[in-house]
């Protein structure tokens, strides 16, 4: 590497070399050999694949996983996002999601590169290079590259970023702690779309980890129950009814809308009474016996103590773990799969 090192100067205009080595790169074949650096010692590849219309193609080199500094999802925030999970070589609900994922985009004013069916087709070649059958992919429309401006119309065309993240889950069957947020929500203009915006979000779980707890839980300024900083909400109440709150001010979840259509099960043979998707109350919601953190990567999560006080008896509920095995098994072997066509 020929790339030579700058020195800085210090407050009192004296020459020094800092602790921080600053180099100063004129080719981009050094600067990728430095970005190598990183990964050649790495013991796995978290990411074994990347998609970015901004080169028109999936790289599976790391280092070369990287958006424009210019781009203005990056430096404004104007970008959506959204995910899906990857189970046995299938990806779980990805049309669900890449429906919500144009939602987002038409309420961010932002018009994708491409159509639909050919933004699924790079998500499943994709996910199919990166030969990860666990895990999870999450993509990106931005504004796209262009200037350091606020409004967008100096960029000439939007961009789309795919990732694959390698990731060994599994079922969550365990019970965490949650604390009521005092982090502010965002207003539902906002919370509704899946935005790269997320400040709010890291705040309240970091204030969550702060407490002990494992996350949080948002209540609006009406006193309704609303969602976690990346979850979905879900009580069974003493009668056994299962209520999600409503989706008109917190983000349409997906694997929330699967679980109200696969809990009917759960009617039939006559272990919950109702499901039900309706507002609820901070204090009805500390009358449940059973509650739940419901998200893509659970599915589901039990929560046994909120605020320090104990959810029913304390314990992973009977009813969680059966709402929870149904959702799983959907994962494993439902018709909400698409399969990826290895080589």
């Not at 939602?103 to 499943?124: V, Y």
């Not at 707890?213 to 006193?223: C, R």
Request: net charge negative.
């Amino acid at each position: 590497m020929d790339a030579s090192l700058l020195d800085r100067e210090s407050g009192d205009g004296n020459s020094e070399q800092t602790d921080v080595k600053v180099y100063i790169f004129e080719s981009g074949s050094e600067v990728l050999e430095k970005l190598q650096e990183k990964w050649k010692r790495a013991n796995n590849k978290p990411y074994p694949a990347m998609y970015s219309s901004i080169f028109g193609g999936i790289t599976l080199d790391p280092a070369m996983m990287v958006i424009p500094i210019d781009d203005h999802m990056v430096h404004r925030g104007h970008g959506v996002f959204d995910t899906a999970m990857l189970l046995d070589g299938f990806l779980y609900e990805l049309d669900t999601h890449l429906d919500r994922f144009l939602r987002s985009a038409s309420k961010a004013k932002i018009d994708p590169p491409f159509p639909r069916e050919t933004l699924r087709s790079i998500l499943i070649q994709m996910t199919a290079a990166s030969k990860c059958k666990r895990g999870s992919i999450r993509y990106w429309l931005s504004a796209g590259p262009g200037d350091f401006l606020l409004s967008s119309k100096g960029c000439p065309q939007s961009a789309f970023y795919a990732v694959v993240i390698a990731e060994d889950y599994s079922q969550c069957k365990q019970g965490v702690k949650a604390v009521t947020s005092t982090v502010p929500m965002k207003p539902p203009l906002f919370a509704t779309v899946k935005n790269v915006n997320y400040l709010p979000n890291v705040l309240s779980i970091m204030e969550a980890e702060e407490r002990g707890a494992f996350a949080s839980i948002w209540v609006d300024e009406q006193g309704f129950i609303a969602e976690g900083p990346n979850v979905n909400l879900a009580f069974i109440t003493k009668d056994r009814d299962l209520v999600l709150p409503p989706f008109d001010k917190i983000l349409s979840g997906c694997t929330a809308k699967r679980l109200l259509v696969l809990a009917s099960k759960l009617i039939e043979t006559g272990h919950l009474r109702s499901v039900k998707n309706e507002s609820v109350t901070v204090a009805e919601a500390k009358e449940s016996v059973e509650m739940m953190y419901v998200g893509s990567g659970l599915p589901l999560l039990s929560i046994v103590e909120w605020d320090g006080v104990p959810v029913g008896d304390g314990k992973v509920g009977k009813l969680t773990l059966a709402l929870s095995d149904l959702l799983w098994d959907d994962m494993c072997s439902g018709p909400e799969r698409t399969p990826v066509p290895y080589e």
